[in-house]
């Protein structure tokens, strides 16, 4: 029996409820509900198709490279898009965001090769509206977002494993980023120190210009 999954970053509740109320607004002026049917999320591996057998292996490999990656300051800004089918908001290509993706990337060319592995290049985002826009509805409404501006800062300290239950996606397992500065000569005398994550804020906020 297959099961259907995605892996991705969530942002925290603050910033998700921001996002959220972007995409209605999106919605209601310019009839695109798709994006709304899936959760608001940074895509780290696309939907792909698993027997269900697999998972206990996939959440064991997941869990170890979240011992492997640190939590991260990442930034959210503006607008953006994908030709003609997406508009977004862009978020910053951190080195350690991109390393997760990469150790993702590798762990399924390695485990799973039998399962579809991504093809695009990785470009962060959260998903605003997607395919269900008309091309002239489209460019009409990039050139209102394009001028519009956000701004959102938030820790990333982990990532999440979601399963299709075949109305929607289901958080199924979050994993904790957890790992430890390399040290390095230069650091062998500096105490080792992990970010307090609980000290630390979102921060979020939009401008809209006309």
Known sequence: MKGLYFIAIV?????????????????????SEEA????IHLTLKEPFTMDIKEEIILRRKL???????????????????????????QAEKHPF???????????FRANFYHVQQDQMPFNPHYTIAY??????V????????EHKKFFAELM???????????????????????GLPEITLFDEKTPLSTPNIEKETSKVETLNKT
Request: hydrophobic share 40%; aromatic share 14%; proline share 4%.
């Open 11 to 31: 942002p925290p509740k603050e910033i998700a409820e921001c996002i959220h109320e972007i995409r209605l607004a999106f919605a209601e002026k310019f009839h």
């Open 36 to 39: 709304l049917k899936s959760p």
């Open 63 to 89: 869990s170890f490279i979240a011992t492997q990656h640190q939590p991260f300051q990442h930034r959210l800004n503006n607008y953006g898009r994908f030709q003609k089918h997406a508009i977004f908001i």
């Open 97 to 107: 965001l991109v390393a997760l993706k990469s150790s993702i990337r590798k762990m």
């Open 131 to 136: 395919r269900d826009i008309s091309e002239q």
């Open 138 to 145: 489209f460019e009409k409404a990039f050139a209102e977002y």
């Open 156 to 178: 990333c300290n982990e990532f999440t494993l979601f399963k299709h239950d075949g109305k929607q996606w289901q958080n199924m397992e979050d994993f904790k980023l957890c």
